[in-house]
């Protein structure tokens, strides 16, 4: 179901501002203006012509809100393109590039049709081969994707000409001689328990005939359906097919859909009335003719495959296919020039080992190594916001290569934890991963020196290697590949909850699992457990629901032990978890202990409880949060971050094992019922979008095909990350899925630079103005609204609706636009947008003031560590830099020699760069001039 969601409604009477979502409008371009030519088909707008004449592109966009007719079309709850508009998009490009005919089209992936998203569709004729065909090929993509996001292949043919046309002679009227009447009452009822689901538009089929050799079927234009632009409208086209499964004697269970065209010719144009044979030949190839009311032939097929189709093929479609919604954390090297190798010494952060090797991480060993984690974190964030980050060093707790074991389990969960302390102070915590080898820790002051100024606060060293994590894609698997057979007893935890009765409901229907173990803390007391049980029941299933504590390891073995040898255990699926939120400063050991005992604790009492046993599939719930942090999530991330660990030391030692980090689903359950409104409009700002349940089992399946240990699952929303990126707020592990645009390849704070830049070309008083409209503009981003005119400057922030989290998100939005080090607090201890904005002003002043220089000489400062001099040219520089040093104290005279550095601070830009251009010229010069002594 799709949620419309209002969020801050209207605070006084008569507020002219409308807050309900609205599908966006079709947008109307002249193709001419764009150098192209209108496409002239009612799906396709535009149409472009190769310079070198061998390559056709027609493209358009589509929607149920451009075209809601396509509504009316789903197969398995599932709206797509019909097999039938395929066709007619070839057919359409077939005349439009001169040809008669389409020798084949095999329709590959489905098109899926989302309520309230749109697709970009591209139809491609190539150049001609020697025998004279056209290839034709049928793309699209989400409309709005990032340019580099993939795009989906649908149907594949050629295009010939042919020499001889079949003649086009009326056919006789219906009904034919000695053919039976089908009866219709009721069928699309029934074919709708089946999985194929016909609205208005497509129930076209008035009258349906069986002769000897042919079935023989009637179709009228349904109300509403504008059939102008079509050689034969897609819709009716498919009505006339559904006269064959109204003879389908058989009821098989199984979906069919459209396959292959072969052999199809256009022989004239009717919007309706429609007739239609259809002859069925011994290799199950459909023989089509559509004629118009009178008898003229329209259309001829020489044949139309028809295969049976997998649900969760389609289901995987509507999830965005796994190609684009499964993803896996890969770790690139990250370069380290010789020079900072050479002379690195930490850079001033300070550096806390935190837990070390070791697989025997479950209970009080992963407490214990969180508890000093987050002391030290908690210790270093209630100091100033200006300190060196806290540099926190674990030891095997994460996997860079393919087959790497993770060591140090209990290690593991502090990068949950310090993942969603980066989230919430960005730039105050730097997470490193050593393999233990003396090459590594050698190498630690040097990565760190050239990861932090680059924004790099998460590596890993490998034998001396630096590497940083970066989230790619999984590529969908091979149809060929299937997930795990799991006969005998599947045992799930949480069973009784949202998630956990979903995944059991998709075990049976699509798995054919007859035995089940389902586990909560209330059991059969649970709410709508008998109910679940029923349903199963109903569907063939043998159902045991177990109350069971399975954070206790003892009620664990019972547990296991329970299950009979004639049904043994095969699979268990970890879905069971807690939540106890909290931002980082207000953590608890407490906190933390309510989320580690259903979620890890239990995934390592299972882990020791089966690993003896002969499973085929280990599946841990995990979540996002632990993989790209989440504010006020740093206990339920920590949780998380060890599932995704344990699965992977599993798949090391050869057990299966897959850790599955969910995005958010749309399917409400204990632990999102709370989220509101302006929760999920956080979410979405992040680039997290809600998935159906129906996509997040496609996506489940896909994992398990993949048998990769650990990924992650969700929807992510390409244009709002890149807005992130925009805003200098995109975590770096997302930079692989949304690269920095040529111009903002100079790193993090270009937003901030151009920032103070256009301050130093105002007075005080505008540059108060220009901050308040930034804090203002950033405040309506944070609330949702349309912009700053909406916030009031002088309202407390806790009137406009602020909590912890969105503190946290507009201090953090803050920090990344004026390049400031701003406490967390910063919306507490100012407690209004113009409070806000006065300190930022006031701190710009006083670190940076517009015109100072500073950023200028933080860049050469950051140029100088690159560099590879020889001995005696290194020696030189330093020289040169110290007689700057000296020569800016004696300008000012011999009272103010004492302090450079406020003489620097008071040096303008042009000066600083003047200065080093004259003496290092002077330099230059004297290392080409003979010497002489005075």
């Not at 295009?159 to 001689?177: C, F, H, K």
């Not at 398990?704 to 990350?721: E, K």
């Not at 104290?889 to 450079?900: H, I, L, M």
């Not at 290092?920 to 003979?930: F, I, M, N």
Request: a negative charge.
């Amino acid at each position: 179901p799709t949620h419309h969601t209002t969020t801050d409604l209207p605070t006084y009477a008569f507020q002219r501002q409308s807050y309900w979502l609205r599908p966006p409008a079709a947008q109307s371009h002249d193709p001419a203006g764009l150098g192209q030519a209108d496409a002239g088909h009612p799906l396709l707008s535009a149409v472009l012509e190769s310079a070198e004449g061998d390559r056709t592109t027609f493209t358009g966009q589509i929607s149920l809100t451009t075209h809601p007719w396509l509504a009316d079309h789903a197969v398995a709850g599932t709206v797509i393109l019909p097999g039938t508009a395929h066709l007619d998009l070839a057919l359409h490009a077939a005349h439009h590039t001169g040809h008669t005919h389409i020798e084949e089209l095999t329709l590959e992936t489905p098109l899926v049709l989302g309520e309230g998203t749109a697709h970009d569709l591209q139809v491609t004729v190539g150049a001609r081969d020697e025998q004279g065909r056209r290839p034709v090929t049928v793309h699209s993509r989400p409309a709005g994707s990032d340019e580099d996001a993939p795009w989906s292949r649908h149907a594949a043919g050629s295009l010939t000409v042919r020499a001889t046309a079949e003649p086009n002679q009326p056919a006789g009227g219906l009904p034919p001689a000695g053919a039976s009447e089908i009866p219709l009452a009721g069928f699309y009822e029934r074919v709708a328990e089946q999985g194929y689901h016909y609205g208005p538009a497509f129930r076209g089929l008035r009258a349906a005939w069986r002769g000897d050799d042919a079935v023989h079927a009637e179709v009228e234009t349904p109300e509403g359906l504008d059939v102008d632009g079509h050689r034969v409208h897609p819709a009716l086209l498919d009505a006339a097919l559904h006269a064959l499964m109204a003879t389908a004697d058989d009821q098989d269970g199984q979906l069919r859909l459209p396959f292959a065209w072969n052999g199809v010719s256009v022989h004239g144009t009717a919007g309706g009335p429609l007739r239609a044979q259809l002859t069925v030949s011994d290799s199950d190839s459909i023989g089509v003719r559509v004629s118009d009311a009178a008898g003229n032939l329209v259309l001829t097929a020489e044949g139309l495959t028809v295969r049976p189709v997998d649900r969760r093929r389609i289901a995987a479609a509507a999830g965005g296919a796994a190609a684009g919604s499964l993803h896996r954390v890969q770790w690139t090297p990250l370069a380290v020039p010789a020079a900072v190798r050479a002379s690195a010494d930490g850079h001033g952060l300070d550096v806390v080992e935190i837990g070390g090797d070791g697989a025997a991480a479950g209970g009080d060993a992963v407490r214990d190594v969180l508890c000093r984690a987050l002391e030290a974190v908690r210790g270093r964030l209630a100091g100033a916001a200006g300190a060196a980050p806290l540099v926190l060093v674990t030891r095997g707790a994460v996997a860079v290569d393919a087959g790497e074991d993770v060591t140090g389990l209990a290690s593991a969960a502090v990068w949950g934890l310090g993942r969603s302390a980066q989230s919430e102070h960005p730039g105050r915590i730097v997470l490193a991963d050593l393999d233990g080898t003396e090459a590594s820790r050698r190498a630690l002051a040097a990565a760190l020196e050239a990861a932090v100024p680059a924004g790099e606060f998460q590596l890993a060293i490998r034998a001396g290697e630096v590497r940083v994590p970066r989230l790619v894609r999984v590529a969908e698997p091979p149809d060929a590949v299937r997930p795990p057979h799991m006969a005998g007893t599947v045992l799930v935890t949480g069973g009784t909850g949202t998630l956990g009765g979903t995944v059991a409901r998709h075990l049976v229907a699509e798995h054919g699992v007859r035995h089940l173990l389902l586990v909560s803390r209330s059991g059969r007391r649970a709410p709508g457990a008998l109910e679940l049980e029923a349903e199963l029941t109903a569907h063939g299933a043998e159902v045991t629901i177990a109350s069971c504590d399975v954070g206790d390891r003892r009620s664990v073995d019972r547990l296991i032990a329970s299950v009979g040898p004639e049904h043994p255990l095969t699979a268990v699926v970890h879905t069971a978890g807690a939540l106890d939120d909290a931002v980082i400063t207000s953590l608890t050991p407490e906190r933390v202990d309510t989320v580690l005992r259903p979620k890890a604790d239990a995934a390592w009492h299972l882990h020791e409880a089966t690993e003896h046993l002969d499973l085929t599939a280990f599946v841990l719930y995990s979540s996002v949060a632990g993989t790209l942090g989440s504010p006020g999530q740093g206990g339920y991330a920590a949780a998380n971050t060890y599932l995704d660990a344990l699965a992977t030391h599993r798949h090391a030692h050869g057990l299966p094992a897959t850790s599955l980090a969910w995005g958010l689903w749309e399917q409400t359950s204990a632990l999102t019922g709370t989220l509101d409104g302006a929760d999920l409009a956080r979410m979405n700002r992040t680039g997290l979008l809600p998935m159906a349940s129906e996509q997040g089992l496609a996506l489940l399946d896909a994992a398990l095909a993949t048998r990769a240990p650990a990924l992650l699952a969700a929807r992510l929303h390409l244009p709002a990350l890149r807005a992130m990126a925009e805003a200098d707020v995109l975590p770096p592990v997302l930079h692989t899925l949304v690269p920095p645009r040529a111009d903002r390849q100079a790193g993090a704070g270009a937003g901030a630079e151009a920032l103070l830049r256009r301050l130093a070309g105002l007075d005080e008083e505008a540059q108060r103005e220009t901050l308040l409209e930034l804090v203002r503009g950033h405040v309506a981003t944070v609330l949702g609204h349309n912009g700053p005119d909406a916030v009031e400057p002088d309202r407390a922030f806790r009137e406009l609706g602020f909590d912890s989290l969105t503190a946290v998100e507009l201090r953090n939005r803050l920090a990344a636009a004026t390049g400031l080090r701003l406490p967390a607090t910063v919306v507490f201890d100012h407690p209004t947008p113009a409070a806000v904005a006065r300190h930022v002003h006031e701190e710009l002043l006083r670190t940076a003031g517009p015109g100072t220089g500073l950023a200028e000489l933080e860049a050469l400062e950051a140029a100088l560590r690159t560099v590879e001099p020889a001995g005696e040219l290194r020696a030189e520089i330093g020289r040169r830099l110290r007689a700057m040093a000296e020569n800016w104290a004696v300008a000012e005279g011999p009272e103010e020699t004492g302090d450079v550095t406020e003489m620097i601070r008071s040096a303008s830009a042009a000066e600083i760069f003047a200065f080093i251009d004259r003496d290092l010229g002077r330099s230059a010069r004297a290392a080409t001039e003979p010497a002489h002594e005075d």
